[in-house]
Nanobody
Framework: VQLQASGGGLVQTGDSLRLSCAASVRTYGGLVMGWFRQAPGKEREFVAA????????SYRDSVKGRFTISRDTAKNTVYLQMNSLKPEDTAVYYC????????????????WGQGTQVTVSS
């Protein structure tokens, strides 16, 4: 499994960003893709995840209604559309992958891409 994340940047409060994660895997059956973030001095935390089949999504409470996870099967890419960004969303964002259930726990994701920095200024 190879994951390549991109799309981060410096934005202002209320702005939007879309992160992308290109996935190269042997099989997409049962694949779960997740977005996580890690702020300085804090542990990596769950943001959103979805089954590659598109049948199940999950979000952390603080991003519900603002962030949307989606995927383009033709491009083998998962997106995280982030709207109404807040300074507390500032972090390095990572995409992760696992097989099986859609879970919110970082430790269950065994494949990771490099991070992309998102900075939201107030």
């Amino acid at each position: 499994v190879q994951l390549q994340a991109s799309g981060g940047g410096l934005v202002q409060t209320g702005d939007s960003l879309r992160l992308s994660c290109a996935a190269s895997v042997r099989t997409y059956g049962g694949l779960v893709m997740g977005w996580f973030r890690q702020a300085p001095g804090k542990e990596r935390e769950f943001v959103a995840a979805m089954a590659w089949s598109g049948t199940n999504t999950s979000y952390r409470d603080s991003v519900k209604g603002r962030f949307t996870i989606s995927r383009d099967t033709a491009k083998n890419t998962v997106y995280l559309q982030m709207n109404s960004l807040k300074p507390e969303d500032t972090a390095v964002y990572y995409c992760g992958a696992r097989y099986g259930r859609v879970l919110q726990y970082t430790r269950y994701y065994s494949h990771w891409g490099q991070g992309t920095q998102v900075t939201v200024s107030s």
